[in-house]
């Protein structure tokens, strides 16, 4: 039996471990319970991901390190934004570093993170809570079909 080596178009399942460059786990396979399964070449994964599982055949295991623009991108600081405060949720209690679901116009969803608040504004944070970090990732290929 020949083993197939991953190439664009395949489907695959990885087991994989992400990790910021001190070594605190941010997600993994493991805490969904079930390995990631995508198909390579359709841009639905990180593009240094993708490039890496390319290549690598089932069983096979790997670690990588993935520059910013090669996972979530650069923070850019055009996507921190200032809002009216009284446009917030008058229930909770708003703090530095919490998380708010901000619906776009076309109903996708987008964490935000709040960065500073004045008395009358709020400054969030709308880029990818990942961006402009190093990723490290343990990575195994469990299946893979053509």
Known sequence: MISMVIKKGDK??????????????FDSSEKHGKPLEFEVGAGLVMPGFEKAVTGMKKGEEKEITLQPADAYGEHKPEFVKKMPKDQLPKDKEIKVGMFLVMALPNGMKLPAKIVDISDTEVSIDLN???????LKFKLKVVDITA
């Open 12 to 25: 695959v399942k990885v087991e994989y471990t992400g990790m910021l460059e001190d070594g605190t786990v």
């Open 128 to 134: 990818p809570p990942l961006a402009g970090k190093v």
